[in-house]
């Protein structure tokens, strides 16, 4: 193996953590790998791997090389996406990361007809709401909406996600309608748990009036506080991406349209720099884009 692929063996064993998952990935027997690990050491005349029989740990040396291996692999990749154009249709794996709300209930239903499209492309969606490192965690691209990460990152703006104020019909029936922001404390709310989730913004003549809601319940998901309002368990207030789809079933009913502060969150696509060259990539975000970018989850 040339000094190029030596360099993958190397990263593919730190991203795996294990010799063994390494070669199994590889099609190689551990001791191979645990000697081009080796040969890649001697050659560069320092230790890049601390081996214990519990882990594998990099050294300082073999921090600033990953780094920069990282890079390296990166940049040949997009030469040969760059080369390959002409070969045709895009193809390969395209890594991408998003969070819970938009993707279960807009990215992964819109994946098949993605797959369709390109059938030369395999996605590995990621689906978590955790802050997310995209280069140290090689995803290729986020759809994120909230706080974005820092550091070399492109942005594009796919479309704006609104908060609703909400209740099921039953709810509503055995409890009554709340008629002012000040009638919230005689009802059950729903909160997600988070910094501001539970201070409910409202218009007024002299401007945005805060009503801080003591919930009845709260949850760390949003997805489950949906599923507890269609249940009948109380008013949410969670972003129109969760609970379009039971609006326009007519599940949940929108309340305080009038007066409520939607405060719009953008929802980005988010990609390293010089990642747009691979054509993969490239038709994914023009897909996001044509699919997204007119919020179809608000549309009747």
Known sequence: ??????????????????????????????????????????RL??????????????????????ERTRRILSDIEEAEAEVGQVRGAPRGKLRVNTGTAFGLHQLAPA??????????????????????????????????????PEGPLVRR?????QRVICASPD???????????????DHDCI????????????????GIDIVEVEPRLAT???????RLAVAGAGIIRPTDVVVGGALKRGELVPLFADIHHVEPLPLMAIHPQGRERLPRLKVFIDFVMKRFSQAPWRQA
């Open 157 to 161: 703006k796919i479309a704006e996600l």
């Open 191 to 206: 909160t997600v748990i988070g910094p501001g989730l539970n201070q409910w913004p409202f218009r007024s003549p002299s």
């Open 45 to 66: 005349g320092v230790r890049l791997i601390e081996r214990t029989t519990r882990r594998l740990a990099l050294t300082s040396e073999g921090e600033t090389f990953l």
């Open 171 to 185: 709810y509503l029936k055995r409890r009554g309608v709340p008629r002012t922001p000040s009638d919230l404390k």
């Open 220 to 226: 760390d998901d949003a997805e489950a506080s949906m």
């Open 1 to 42: 193996m040339d000094g190029g692929s030596d360099l993958k063996v190397f990263a593919r064993v730190m991203d795996r953590g294990s010799f063994s998952a390494a070669a199994e990935d590889l099609g190689l027997t551990p001791s191979a790998v645990s000697k081009l690990i080796s040969r890649l050491e001697d």
């Open 111 to 148: 994946l098949a007809d993605f797959l369709k499209l390109f059938p030369e492309i395999d996605v590995e969606l990621i689906i978590t709401d955790r802050f997310v490192d995209m280069i140290e965690e090689r995803h290729d691209i986020a759809v994120r909406s909230g706080h974005l």
